[in-house]
């Protein structure tokens, strides 16, 4: 990170600062890469699959919380290589933001059932959540190891994505 990215407050975590109203960040004259992409398909994801979604080997930015992947490539200018909250690219962020840590070693190299967190961090998950859920598309869920993926139909995509919208 930059000096002075520690400074950057989470509560402020890629929420209304994008300078388009529908939430992306484009640049002047050009498009965001989340406008060239199609909706990605619903499919749960393990820690690896996961970590090809960090915006430097693909395009695709996502992060999970509290079990739950989010497509996060709107929000490419906090999320992306560069960007303050880039740490989370392609992670489970819930830890960092369960304790407001933005340091690599808050975030777990494997499977986190966040167990040992205390009931004020884990509603802090919870909410982190679910402004995820207001401002990004769910993709899937994070599976555990030894998980199988779920297999989600065609119209369960469509639905979800609907009631997103």
Known sequence: ???GDGDVKLGTLGSGSESSSDGSSESPGG?????????????DFSLEQLRQYDGSRNPRILLAVNGKVFDVTKGSKFYGPAGP???F????????LATFCLDKDALRDEYDDLSD????????????????KEKYDYVGRLLKPGEE???????EDT????KQD
């Open 31 to 43: 498009e965001s890469p989340a406008a060239s992409l199609p909706r990605m398909k619903k499919r």
């Open 89 to 96: 690219a392609g992670r489970d962020a819930s830890r960092g």
């Open 1 to 3: 990170m930059a000096a």
């Open 117 to 132: 967190l205390n009931a004020v961090q884990m509603e802090s998950v919870r909410e982190w959540e679910m402004q995820f």
């Open 85 to 87: 909250y880039g740490i």
């Open 149 to 155: 993926p779920s297999e989600y139909t065609d119209e």
């Open 159 to 162: 639905k979800d994505h609907n």
